[in-house]
């Protein structure tokens, strides 16, 4: 079905790589525009080019998520280049881990900066390009906010990862009532994956692995999600990029508010 995103101008942030980087791959074989945005400079120069190399069409925009003045920069750049915005992916987060009484309060603050205060300011920034796009075409406008199941399920020492794609997801269903309530054609959904073969598992699995012997040793990556997921797998990139795809489509064009669990059945176990 190539072509399901023709013509869409897409802002992916955090898009260098994991779940970012697979959607921007997809959604450029789908015929989209991909702009990819992303502080790891050198990783998204590279994605950009295998993206072209492939036959599709990228540009990458340097985009600090915490940094108001960054998003203005960026919207800025896709309004004067393309003239609209289609699809905005807050794809952009961190995940730290630990017990809530050795969390330090920068790093709770800066875990909220990016996984949160990214998605309220690309929200705040985008939105007013993306209403005069989506008031342009049938299928409408799109956010999609990228959460985890850890926004539905609460887990032991991730309390501050918990709070921020909590928030994600309630954020995302009030903007999609005023996003509906202005009549604007844009839609606001969030994604929820689980246990996915990404990086920052390796960051949440790590700290039960800092050599403390007072703490269990975390699992692998691939034990925890056999223990713990009902398909008794990890999932991959390119199946929470095949989510991502379908809410960016003219094909959801009748979703909106809702979160979009791909997690193997971990949330329901």
């Not at 997809?26 to 790891?40: K, S």
């Not at 009484?101 to 909220?112: A, I, K």
């Not at 799109?142 to 994600?168: E, F, L, M, P, R």
């Not at 009030?174 to 509906?180: H, M, V």
């Amino acid at each position: 079905m190539a072509g399901r995103l023709a013509g869409k101008i897409i802002c992916i942030t955090g898009a260098a790589s994991g779940i970012g980087r697979a959607t921007a791959m997809l959604m450029a074989r789908e015929g989209a525009v991909v702009v990819v945005t992303d502080v790891q400079d050198k990783k998204a120069a590279g994605l950009v080019m295998e993206i072209e190399r492939a036959g599709g069409q990228a540009i990458f925009l340097r985009h600090d998520v915490t940094a108001e003045e960054s998003w203005r920069t960026v919207i800025a750049a896709i309004k004067l280049q393309y003239g609209r915005l289609d699809v905005l992916v807050n794809n952009a987060g961190i995940g730290l881990s630990g017990p809530v009484v050795d969390m330090s309060l920068t790093d709770w603050r800066r875990q909220t900066a990016i996984n949160l205060d990214g998605v309220f300011l690309g929200v705040k920034h985008a939105l007013p390009l993306l209403r005069e796009g989506g008031a342009r075409t049938s299928g409408g406008g799109s956010i999609i906010n990228v959460s985890s199941i850890a926004g539905i399920k609460a887990a032991a020492n991730a309390a501050g990862y918990c709070a921020t794609k909590g928030a994600v997801r309630l954020f995302t269903k009030a903007i999609a009532l005023e996003c509906a309530a202005a009549r604007d054609n844009v839609r606001v959904n969030s994604i929820h994956p689980g246990i996915i073969e990404t990086a920052i598992w390796d960051t949440l699995l790590g700290t039960a692995e800092n050599g403390d012997a007072a703490r269990p040793r975390a699992p692998t990556l691939d034990a925890l999600a056999a223990s713990t997921v009902p398909l008794g797998r990890t999932g991959t990139t390119d199946e929470i990029a095949a989510g991502i795809v379908w809410l960016a489509s003219d094909e959801s064009s009748y979703v909106t508010g809702t979160e979009l669990v791909i997690d193997g059945g971990r949330s329901i176990a």
